[in-house]
């Protein structure tokens, strides 16, 4: 169920992990959307080594990205799962050369370095003998007349509660469970109260996206960023290229003023990004993804308390953002333009609240004059990327009402 | 339109599009300039000329004359297009519905993000000026995306420049939360 601290998750990252970036093909889909054969798509097992893979580093990674959790695919649509299952073979220890669990070293370290622990688990599975998918285009390996559709159903449910009970508890306090994939059947066929409920009575701090059917804690927009906010509590996730798994030709990388941006307007709107990276086959990550992160880690190491020490606010004062810190004394400003002294900072509707101290995060100094219900800001610094002004009111601060 | 220049007020109302009244010899300060980037708050405003600023703002009053000027197409005959939610600053949409202006000043870090346009979009451009790279990513199953407009290579205005978002159809705005994707 929902805790508080996916109020201020703010930032996670999102690891599309699996044998697909042996040869780079889509995660899982490839074979689904027919970019190649089930069995050529599977024999990417072979070539999985995860030989450089090192948890450590991806964790001190996320954590100098200014994340607040991360969230791994433990097993996707493949079926092929990260750690060893008494369940299936088809797993990173049973059927790769990598023969390793991959799971609980990322545990782990994301524990080391005070991160939430994510684990991403997917409804559905394209390679067990007994899932039905409802899918217009039936893989020929699900069809067989001779049994009885209800049973083997049945029998992949009892797989599927199987698993999931190993991952939420094998793996430690799995903070936050990430499902995907539901849509393939109705949530009556998923069982999915029961299965809410089940993670509940097992797991209960465990928190759990909105692919459950209606039976989640919070809505996940996807590559679409809202307009409107949805309502309660929300991740958006997307790809810092076009991929979410590993594709060498994906050079698309978004500029990192773009994930900035993108991240300031999600924050603000009151939701999280769960920023995805997709590492090669060997588990280490492209350099590129790396600079993003690092980027953006910069970013929120210079403006933590306008982050994660604040609260999203209905925006009636400023063009950018607007964040409020905990105790209410203080009003960040999220700047979308350059700054300079001689291009004032407007503000309005900031009321009676009286102004004591105006500066930018590092402590550079601004000028405030009010005058006929504007406030402007004068600031004694220059700067031409996204920067946070922080303004202290001698109180509390009070919202504008129309 | 008409511009008379007899009141010490300029009037932008985003539902009537703008009309403006300009007293004569008079200033407008650089600060206030800033609110006709803004638009973000009043539906309408006015803008007072002070008689103390004039003479040291008559030469931002001269630019901001020539820039409503230059933008006539712009400004008479439109309403209002995006709301804030989408794009903070001011924008326009032409009385066809099929062009999209946005108000974008120099100083905007890029690239500039607009939400909301479900629409495809032709072309994005300055005000008859050059082209402007833009991309609009994510665009899924009908519903809008994400626009990136870049300037970085533009010519741009000092004061107030407007970008011209060529439609291939009539304004269509999403206003919606997103969703899952259920087909990669």
Same mark, same amino acid.
Request: charged letters at 20%; a neutral charge; one cysteine or more.
């Given at each position: 169920?929902?805790?508080?601290?996916?109020?201020?998750?703010?930032?996670?990252?999102?690891?599309?992990?699996?044998?697909?970036?042996?040869?780079?093909?889509?995660?899982?889909?490839?074979?689904?959307?027919?970019?190649?054969?089930?069995?050529?798509?599977?024999?990417?097992?072979?070539g999985f080594t995860a030989s450089n893979?090192?948890?450590?580093?991806?964790?001190?990674?996320?954590?100098?990205?200014?994340?607040?959790?991360?969230?791994?695919?433990?097993?996707?649509?493949?079926? &092929?799962?990260?750690?060893?299952?008494?369940?299936?073979?088809?797993?990173? &220890?049973?059927?790769?050369?990598?023969?390793?669990?991959?799971?609980?070293?990322?545990?782990?370290?994301?524990?080391?370095?005070?991160?939430?622990?994510?684990?991403?688990?997917?409804?559905?599975?394209?390679?067990?003998?007994?899932?039905?998918?409802?899918?217009?285009?039936?893989?020929?390996?699900?069809?067989?007349?001779?049994?009885?559709?209800?049973?083997?159903?049945?029998?992949?449910?009892?797989?599927?509660?199987n698993q999931l009970t190993e991952i939420?508890?094998?793996?430690?306090?799995?903070?936050?469970?990430?499902?995907?994939?539901?849509?393939?059947?109705?949530?009556?066929?998923?069982?999915?109260?029961?299965?809410?409920?089940?993670?509940?009575?097992?797991?209960?701090?465990?928190?759990?996206?909105? !692919?459950?059917?209606?039976?989640?804690?919070?809505?996940?927009?996807?590559?679409?960023?809202? &307009?409107?906010?949805?309502?309660?509590?929300?991740?958006?996730?997307?790809? &810092?290229?076009?991929?979410?798994?590993?594709?060498?030709?994906?050079?698309?990388?978004?500029?990192?003023?773009?994930?900035? !941006?993108?991240?300031?307007?999600?924050?603000?709107?009151?939701?999280?990004?769960?920023?995805?990276?997709?590492?090669?086959?060997?588990?280490?990550?492209?350099?590129?993804?790396?600079?993003?992160?690092?980027?953006?880690?910069?970013?929120?190491?210079?403006?933590?308390?306008?982050?994660?020490?604040?609260?999203?606010?209905?925006?009636?004062?400023?063009?950018?953002?607007?964040?409020?810190?905990?105790?209410?004394?203080?009003?960040?400003?999220?700047?979308?333009?350059?700054?300079?002294?001689?291009?004032?900072?407007?503000?309005?509707?900031?009321?009676?609240?009286?102004?004591?101290?105006?500066?930018?995060?590092?402590?550079?100094?601004?000028?405030?004059?009010?005058?006929?219900?504007?406030?402007?800001?004068?600031?004694?610094?220059?700067?031409?990327?996204?920067?946070?002004?922080?303004?202290?009111?001698?109180?509390?601060?009070?919202?504008?009402?129309? | 339109?008409?511009?008379?220049?007899?009141?010490?007020?300029?009037?932008?109302?985003?539902?009537?599009?703008?009309?403006i009244d300009v007293d004569c010899p008079?200033?407008?300060?650089?600060?206030?300039?800033?609110?006709?980037?803004?638009?973000?708050?009043?539906?309408?405003?006015?803008?007072?000329?002070?008689?103390?600023?004039?003479?040291?703002?008559?030469?931002?009053?001269?630019?901001?004359?020539?820039?409503?000027?230059?933008?006539?197409?712009?400004?008479?005959?439109?309403?209002?297009?995006?709301?804030?939610?989408?794009?903070?600053?001011?924008?326009?949409?032409?009385?066809?519905?099929?062009?999209?202006?946005?108000?974008?000043?120099?100083?905007?870090?890029?690239?500039?993000?607009?939400?909301?346009?479900?629409?495809?979009?032709?072309?994005?451009?300055?005000?008859?000026?050059?082209?402007?790279?833009?991309?609009?990513?994510?665009?899924?199953?009908?519903?809008?995306?994400?626009?990136?407009?870049?300037?970085?290579?533009?010519?741009?205005?000092?004061?107030?420049?407007?970008?011209?978002?060529?439609?291939?159809?009539?304004?269509?705005?999403?206003?919606?939360?997103?969703?899952?994707?259920?087909?990669?």
């Amino acid at each position: 169920m929902m805790q508080d601290w996916f109020k201020k998750a703010r930032l996670g990252i999102f690891i599309h992990y699996g044998i697909y970036a042996v040869n780079g093909t889509s995660e899982s889909w490839a074979f689904k959307n027919g970019e190649c054969s089930y069995k050529k798509y599977m024999k990417q097992l072979n070539g999985f080594t995860a030989s450089n893979y090192d948890a450590e580093a991806w964790a001190k990674l996320f954590k100098r990205a200014g994340a607040s959790y991360a969230v791994l695919t433990a097993k996707h649509h493949d079926g &092929v799962a990260l750690y060893d299952s008494k369940f299936s073979n088809l797993s990173t &220890v049973q059927a790769t050369p990598a023969k390793k669990d991959l799971l609980t070293p990322y545990c782990n370290a994301l524990r080391e370095q005070g991160l939430k622990v994510g684990i991403y688990f997917t409804q559905l599975d394209w390679s067990h003998k007994n899932y039905l998918s409802n899918s217009h285009k039936p893989l020929a390996c699900y069809i067989d007349k001779k049994f009885n559709k209800m049973a083997r159903w049945n029998n992949f449910l009892e797989f599927h509660h199987n698993q999931l009970t190993e991952i939420l508890t094998n793996f430690g306090q799995v903070d936050l469970l990430w499902f995907d994939g539901d849509w393939e059947r109705s949530q009556e066929d998923w069982r999915m109260k029961e299965m809410k409920e089940y993670i509940e009575t097992i797991s209960p701090k465990t928190i759990v996206n909105s !692919r459950i059917g209606s039976y989640g804690d919070y809505a996940t927009p996807e590559q679409q960023m809202p &307009v409107t906010p949805p309502e309660g509590e929300w991740e958006y996730c997307m790809t &810092v290229n076009d991929s979410w798994g590993f594709r060498p030709h994906d050079n698309n990388y978004k500029p990192l003023n773009e994930i900035i !941006r993108t991240f300031c307007e999600i924050i603000t709107l009151g939701g999280a990004l769960l920023l995805d990276i997709g590492p090669l086959e060997d588990g280490t990550i492209d350099s590129r993804g790396v600079k993003i992160l690092e980027g953006l880690g910069d970013f929120i190491h210079s403006n933590y308390d306008a982050i994660y020490n604040s609260n999203p606010i209905t925006n009636h004062y400023y063009i950018g953002g607007t964040m409020l810190s905990d105790d209410k004394k203080s009003l960040y400003i999220f700047s979308y333009r350059a700054i300079s002294p001689d291009v004032p900072v407007l503000l309005a509707n900031l009321g009676d609240n009286v102004i004591e101290k105006a500066q930018s995060m590092n402590g550079d100094s601004i000028d405030v004059k009010t005058k006929d219900g504007y406030t402007w800001l004068t600031c004694n610094y220059t700067t031409d990327k996204i920067s946070v002004i922080k303004l202290t009111f001698k109180d509390e601060f009070k919202e504008f009402t129309k | 339109m008409t511009r008379q220049f007899s009141q010490y007020n300029i009037e932008i109302s985003s539902s009537q599009g703008v009309s403006i009244d300009v007293d004569c010899p008079v200033a407008i300060s650089a600060y206030k300039l800033q609110l006709l980037y803004l638009k973000t708050f009043p539906e309408t405003f006015f803008i007072k000329m002070t008689p103390e600023n004039q003479e040291k703002e008559w030469h931002i009053l001269k630019s901001f004359i020539a820039f409503f000027d230059d933008s006539n197409e712009v400004f008479f005959n439109c309403h209002s297009a995006l709301p804030k939610l989408c794009y903070r600053s001011f924008n326009l949409v032409s009385d066809d519905q099929k062009t999209v202006y946005l108000f974008v000043s120099k100083n905007a870090i890029l690239p500039i993000l607009v939400k909301g346009i479900a629409n495809k979009i032709a072309k994005v451009s300055l005000l008859n000026g050059a082209d402007l790279p833009f991309k609009q990513s994510n665009r899924l199953h009908n519903s809008a995306g994400v626009l990136w407009i870049n300037t970085a290579k533009a010519p741009l205005k000092d004061n107030l420049n407007i970008i011209e978002i060529k439609l291939g159809s009539k304004l269509n705005v999403y206003l919606g939360s997103g969703a899952p994707i259920t087909q990669n």
